[in-house]
């Protein structure tokens, strides 16, 4: 049997560009299918080119497929699954289809030895490890609801029940193998057991949960540092467990190309790795390959955002490496394309980017007013989650801003939300650092350190102090009418305390506390929007079923395929949201479990499913073309 790339037509491509506009390869609106493009990837490369594969017609991120010629290969591989990718999802995915019978082939770019997943914080609901502190159950429904709430209603409702529902379940699985002293010195449980004084903490009509548990090398028993990552290995004992149960693991192997039948189907793929290249024959494939926040062109092409932010701060734009991430490079996304599948439609959400911009944190104590460069506060500063930067990037370039709180802010704390704007504390390993030097503050214009919660490594930020406001504004830089308007303005902050209600701005209540007892603690900053950050990852990805089915610009799913994590869309809208810390983590491990374990029990019911589904779009497509150009709505 003959193997290619499915013959998507050019007239559905060119239809999609043509509503984009001629823009579209540049800005990647909904690019995906290589057009007419019949990539053989057991031909030699004089045919493909002679099939003139070069001017495919896709966007400049996408490119051409590669293509591999058979007499290239190394090595050959027969599997049931293969998954590219072993992060987070990946590790998930493989250990699940392993424990539930699958043969998997696990293809990871990463060297064995050097393998380690990004991010530490992995929130999670209702996970038993966590209620074991003494924490109470959430409303997973409230979760779900949320979820759905943040995003506008835009996400897959199925991801989100997905994670209210399983993450805990899920992320109790992945602990399971690890001994408990490694669990004990390892885990950081954030907000426990009643680290607030509610259960779920609305503010402003945000809903914010516990859950959150970060994995912090604290003593540096790991010796790369204290408070380093350490979710690395809790994790390696899910890929020796997948080891164990048969899962071959392709470690410094890079994915070249999907592997597809003659319907399209897929049917493997090939990697390249120090050996060769290597043939992967599957019956399925699950992308679990990350983000593309590591690939600037991809960053300015696929996350409109960025860019345009960019252009409107004049910000050059003709060098892609200046917005590139801490994550994956597409390479998903791109294979998932090259065999048919499409991008989400924007917008498309990317964890924490701005340009320069923003409210200086009080990281070690939470959410404090926020006062503007003439003294006033100009929003409602209990509210701003993560993509506000995109609001602070209106506000006038140099502007100064400082963020103010007194010496009662542990009171403030115990009504403080889970967000990442908010305080992480009452985690009993590093609570009693920040009030070591919280007691140990000193005044003047030096400031003082103090540890801080996010970040790794034993990172302190710089504080000032002074034992009265007036000393505080000028250390913070503050002058003439500028300072008077930042006395003005608290003390008139001070009065809205004592009524119990922010008639200015509608700050909660609950974080109405007076800034009136000495010492006063400050940070300033002045905003530049000179640069833009791509975003620490970028969130979207190609368009998925429910079952995790990756999907053509027509809707038909490519049979074998399916995608999770960061490569698949579906789990984010416009921007990260933290409903608690680490929820993309807590959300990569739910998926990857999820999806292998439906894999292995619905494969073969999938292909026919998919099979039935596309007999349903062609009589669709029939019935369209032959219906009357005009007449009554139907």
């Not at 530490?120 to 159950?137: F, H, K, P, R, W």
């Not at 100064?400 to 403030?412: L, M, V």
């Amino acid at each position: 049997m003959t193997e290619q790339t499915p013959n998507v037509s050019r007239r559905s491509f060119l239809r999609g560009a043509a509503l984009a506009g001629a823009g579209m390869a540049a800005a990647g609106m909904i690019a995906g299918c290589a057009p007419e493009q019949k990539s053989d990837m057991a031909s030699t490369g004089a045919d493909t080119a002679a099939e003139g594969a070069s001017a495919s017609g896709n966007p400049a991120w996408l490119g051409d497929a590669p293509v591999v010629n058979e007499d290239e290969v190394t090595s050959t591989i027969d599997t049931e699954l293969l998954v590219i990718g072993g992060g987070e999802s990946g590790v998930c995915a493989a250990r699940r289809a392993a424990e539930l019978g699958m043969k998997v082939v696990v293809m990871e770019k990463q060297p064995e030895d050097t393998w380690a997943p990004i991010g530490c914080d992995v929130g999670t609901i209702n996970s038993q490890t966590y209620l074991n502190t003494g924490a109470e159950a959430v409303d997973e429904m409230q979760v779900l609801n949320e979820w759905q709430l943040r995003s506008y209603c835009r996400t897959m409702p199925s991801v989100a029940k997905m994670y209210a529902t399983r993450s805990g379940e899920v992320y109790d699985w992945v602990c399971e193998l690890a001994p408990q002293e490694e669990l004990d010195e390892f885990q950081v449980f954030y907000s426990f057991p009643n680290g607030r004084n509610k259960v779920a903490v609305n503010h402003s009509g945000y809903t914010s949960f516990p859950g959150t548990v970060s994995h912090r090398d604290f003593n540096d028993t790991l010796g790369n540092g204290a408070n380093q990552p350490a979710w690395g290995p809790i994790m390696r004992y899910s890929i020796e467990k997948s080891q164990e149960l048969g899962a071959e693991w392709l470690f410094g192997t890079s994915a070249i190309v999907l592997i597809q039948d003659e319907e399209g189907g897929v049917t493997g793929a090939y990697g390249e790795n120090s050996d060769g290249i290597v043939r992967v024959n599957a019956e399925a494939v699950l992308l679990a390959c990350g983000d593309f926040s590591g690939n600037g062109e991809m960053v300015l092409a696929l996350n409109d955002e960025v860019r345009e932010l960019a252009e409107s701060s004049d910000i050059d734009t003709s060098d892609p490496s200046s917005f590139m991430g801490m994550g994956q490079d597409g390479m998903g996304h791109k294979l998932a394309c090259w065999a048919g599948g499409v991008m989400e439609p924007g917008p498309r959400a990317a964890m924490n980017f701005g340009n320069g911009m923003g409210a200086p944190a009080l990281e070690s104590i939470g959410n404090y007013p926020v006062f503007g460069g003439d003294g006033k506060r100009f929003y409602n500063d209990a509210q701003l989650q993560f993509g506000g930067l995109g609001f602070f990037a209106r506000r006038p370039r140099g502007e100064r801003c400082c963020t103010i709180a007194d010496g009662k802010w542990e009171e403030n704390i115990m009504n403080q939300g889970y967000e990442h704007n908010m305080s992480s504390t009452t985690c009993a390993r590093e609570w009693d650092l920040v009030k070591q030097d919280l007691a140990n503050y000193t005044t003047g214009p030096d400031g003082f350190e103090v540890y801080g919660f996010t970040g790794y490594g034993m990172n302190k930020g710089r504080m000032y102090a002074a034992e009265t406001l007036d000393e505080l504004a000028d250390i913070l830089g503050y002058e003439g009418e500028a300072k008077q308007g930042l006395l003005d303005e608290i003390a008139h902050y001070n009065e809205m305390c004592a009524a119990g209600k922010d008639t200015d701005w509608g700050r909660d209540a609950d974080l109405m506390n007076p800034i009136d007892t000495p010492p006063f603690f400050g940070i300033s900053g002045q905003g530049d929007k000179g640069r833009v950050s791509s975003g620490m990852v970028q969130m979207s990805g190609v368009l998925v079923t429910d079952n995790h089915e990756v999907r053509r610009v027509d809707d038909s799913i490519i049979k074998g395929l399916y995608a999770c994590g960061n490569t698949a869309g579906g789990r984010y809208a416009i921007q990260y949201h933290t409903l608690l810390a680490g929820n993309s983590v807590g959300l990569a491990i739910t998926q990857g479990y999820c999806a292998g374990e439906h894999i292995a029990q619905n494969l073969q019911a999938d292909k026919a499913a998919a099979d039935e589904y596309s007999q349903l779009l062609a009589e669709l497509a029939e019935a369209r073309a032959n219906a009357p150009v005009a007449g009554p709505p139907m």
